[in-house]
């Protein structure tokens, strides 16, 4: 396989963390990959696979622009998931995707997978999805090659927060309700699953340009 110089924005988080780990696990060169997140701690992990790590925040234009020359691809993971306000939204999923574009264009990358979010297909739109669907957006309208992957709720290893705190906690009980239902689709998706479909639209994502929703039941099975 062709190891393609990677730039990973956000990729110390969750989803990051995991498609670190999936790629180390089919031996990528490691060296390749540059992350920019904000986390100094969260950085430290994926340092520990050999990738190439700057803390910075997305939001304010500096010298990790120059982090994205000679990169053949751009992967957006940065998010805000959860605030008070409209205000850490707007900054992290909508000027954050505003320079990461800036960037992407500046450096002459034509390609980037963008990770978005199931709830910009809600009806009732709350301020974390109204800003997903900006970035959106964004993306849509930069002129670059774009995958866009609308997951829903996720869980997996290395997760503390959300599901992966319901699991601690559920340890520590004799029986525990998981959602679902009894014979439709399971909504929730595995870290995973979705890194390592991912990863399978970075190999093909040289010509196209869709959006994948990633809500319903996933499977492995030939990627």
Known sequence: MKTDELLIAGGAGFVGRNLIRVLHSRDYDMGKITIVDKDEKNLEYVKNFGTKTICADLAEKGDWFDEFNGKDLVINLAAQISSPSYEAFHRNNVLATENLIEATRAAKINRIIHFSSAAVLSIRKDDYAKSKLEGEEIVKKSGVEYCILQPSLMYGPTDD?????????????????????????????????????????????????????MEGRLSTSGI
């Open 161 to 213: 927060k959300n599901i992966g705190y319901l699991i601690n906690f559920a340890s520590r009980l004799p029986c525990f309700p998981i959602p679902g239902q009894e014979n439709g689709p399971d909504s929730r998706s595995t870290s995973t699953t979705s890194v390592i479909l991912l990863f399978r639209l970075w190999k093909i994502s040289h010509t196209i340009k869709f959006t994948a929703s």
